[in-house]
């Protein structure tokens, strides 16, 4: 069909459920194809000495906060005793691996490598609360000749900084200090062989603050093609910029889930072409819910880390946010919506007409689920904004995913 996107997995999509009219086996193809586009695995190590805060780093990624259930424990002294994964808890095909210490008595440095299998990481992150030492440089060199990419992480600066301020008084001077930090770093890493190191400054409770935004710029700028949109997914809100890139990821992909609305038209079943549609448009919204942090547990986790009421996060508009997404909630919204409706009948009863029929049914199916998810992901991306804006005050850490 002229207009819709070609690749070569969707055209075999297509032309196995044009050969089989049966419906159930039409929308298991469609949401097969798709959910492998969404699940391409990521694998990210968090590494670092002990009590460098590697452990409160992947429950900060991760949008959970210390103590929730599935958090990575934290604590004082070394907690990590094992190579443990912790899977993003809306998004389990990108995990986060926490470490043990390197230069522990149960992994020894000259060990390190093969005891936690760094080979099957795709990057990782070496954390310090102070400068890099002897243990986290090895580290960085073995992984560099693997050819793998690192980055440095100088953790609990909000710690720093509010004990400057103690020590300086009228004299402090936030900037500078930070500067002090990340000079300090860069010259040790110089000094062991690293020609232009980057250090991000960064503190686990304040994820917005600091350089994690810089970091999240860089590892999606360096990561191959096929990983970033799995990273961006799990991108925790840090700015309304992030809210913005997850916006057009989501977008890039409408075409093709109304590619597949289009090959659920195609099929000569009464009723199917609106099964297919709006199972597709769950397993969208679904997407797009989770992926801007409008899910109940999210929300519920956002309160609790800046410590507000649930409720006070009602600034949302859009009747799917907050909310399950259920097959009569989006026959509901998408009625609401103008034009939509009428799409839907038109698409159901030109299939009834001999000949041109199909193809008019499969166009008016695209154009409708095209339509449909792009002002879904307009208001939903307003209400993501919304919640991002009610969330930052000098006191909290207005970050989730």
Same mark, same amino acid.
């Given at each position: 069909?002229?207009?819709?996107p070609?690749?070569e997995?969707?055209?075999?999509?297509?032309?196995?459920v044009?050969?089989n009219?049966?419906?159930?086996?039409?929308?298991?193809?469609?949401?097969?194809f798709l959910?492998?586009?969404?699940?391409?695995?990521?694998?990210?190590a968090?590494t670092?000495?002990?009590?460098s805060?590697?452990s409160?780093?992947?429950?900060?990624?991760?949008?959970?906060?210390?103590?929730?259930?599935?958090?990575?424990?934290t604590?004082c002294v070394?907690t990590?005793?094992?190579?443990?994964?912790?899977?993003?808890?809306?998004y389990?095909?990108?995990?986060?691996?926490?470490?043990?210490?390197?230069g522990?008595?149960?992994?020894?440095?000259?060990?390190?490598k093969k005891?936690?299998?760094?080979?099957?990481?795709?990057?990782?992150?070496?954390?310090?609360d102070?400068?890099?030492?002897? +243990?986290?440089v090895?580290?960085?060199?073995k992984?560099?000749?693997?050819?793998?990419k690192?980055?440095?992480?100088?953790?609990?600066?909000d710690?720093?900084?509010q004990?400057?301020?103690?020590?300086?008084?009228s +004299?402090?001077?936030?900037e500078?200090?930070?500067?002090?930090i990340?000079?300090?770093?860069?010259?040790?890493?110089?000094?062991?062989?690293?020609?232009?190191?980057?250090?991000?400054?960064?503190?686990s409770f304040?994820?917005?603050d600091?350089?994690?935004?810089?970091?999240?710029?860089?590892?999606?700028?360096?990561?191959?093609?096929?990983?970033?949109?799995?990273?961006?997914?799990t991108?925790p809100?840090?700015?309304?910029e992030?809210i913005k890139?997850?916006? +057009?990821?989501f977008?890039?992909?409408?075409?093709?889930?109304?590619?597949?609305?289009?090959?659920?038209?195609?099929?000569?079943?009464?009723?199917?072409s609106?099964?297919?549609d709006?199972?597709?448009l769950?397993?969208?919204?679904?997407?797009?819910?989770?992926g801007?942090g409008?899910?109940v547990?999210?929300?519920?986790?956002?309160a609790?880390?800046?410590?507000?009421?649930?409720?006070?996060?009602?600034?949302?508009?859009?009747?799917?946010?907050?909310?399950?997404?259920?097959?009569?909630?989006v026959?509901?919204?998408?009625?609401?919506?103008?034009?939509?409706?009428?799409?839907?009948?038109?698409?159901?009863?030109?299939?009834?007409?001999?000949?041109?029929?199909?193809?008019?049914?499969?166009?008016?199916?695209?154009?409708?689920?095209y339509?449909?998810?792009?002002?879904?992901?307009d208001?939903?991306?307003e209400?993501s904004e919304?919640?991002?804006?009610?969330?930052?005050t000098?006191?909290?850490d207005?970050?989730?995913?």
């Amino acid at each position: 069909m002229a207009g819709l996107p070609s690749s070569e997995p969707l055209a075999e999509v297509i032309k196995e459920v044009l050969q089989n009219s049966d419906q159930t086996l039409a929308v298991e193809k469609i949401n097969e194809f798709l959910d492998k586009q969404n699940n391409i695995p990521l694998n990210i190590a968090v590494t670092g000495e002990s009590g460098s805060g590697k452990s409160t780093f992947v429950n900060a990624f991760r949008g959970i906060n210390n103590g929730d259930d599935g958090a990575a424990p934290t604590g004082c002294v070394e907690t990590t005793t094992e190579v443990t994964a912790y899977p993003h808890p809306n998004y389990p095909n990108v995990v986060l691996w926490d470490l043990p210490g390197i230069g522990t008595t149960k992994f020894p440095a000259n060990k390190y490598k093969k005891h936690v299998g760094l080979e099957k990481y795709d990057f990782f992150i070496i954390i310090s609360d102070t400068r890099f030492r002897e +243990n986290d440089v090895r580290l960085a060199k073995k992984i560099r000749k693997m050819k793998k990419k690192f980055y440095f992480v100088r953790s609990k600066i909000d710690r720093d900084l509010q004990s400057e301020e103690i020590t300086c008084k009228s +004299n402090f001077d936030r900037e500078k200090t930070l500067t002090k930090i990340r000079d300090n770093c860069i010259q040790g890493l110089q000094k062991e062989g690293f020609e232009s190191p980057q250090v991000f400054l960064g503190s686990s409770f304040n994820l917005h603050d600091f350089d994690f935004p810089q970091l999240q710029e860089t590892l999606e700028t360096e990561l191959p093609e096929h990983k970033k949109d799995a990273l961006l997914r799990t991108t925790p809100i840090t700015s309304l910029e992030i809210i913005k890139k997850k916006k +057009n990821a989501f977008k890039s992909k409408i075409k093709y889930y109304a590619a597949a609305s289009a090959v659920g038209a195609a099929v000569p079943v009464p009723g199917l072409s609106i099964a297919v549609d709006v199972g597709i448009l769950i397993a969208a919204i679904t997407q797009y819910v989770v992926g801007f942090g409008l899910d109940v547990s999210t929300l519920q986790r956002l309160a609790a880390r800046i410590n507000v009421p649930f409720k006070d996060l009602s600034v949302t508009v859009s009747p799917l946010a907050a909310k399950r997404v259920t097959r009569d909630l989006v026959v509901r919204v998408l009625s609401s919506l103008a034009g939509t409706a009428a799409l839907m009948a038109t698409e159901e009863g030109s299939r009834l007409i001999p000949i041109l029929g199909i193809p008019v049914s499969m166009g008016v199916s695209f154009i409708t689920t095209y339509k449909g998810l792009n002002h879904i992901l307009d208001m939903l991306t307003e209400d993501s904004e919304r919640v991002f804006k009610r969330a930052l005050t000098p006191q909290s850490d207005a970050s989730y995913s």
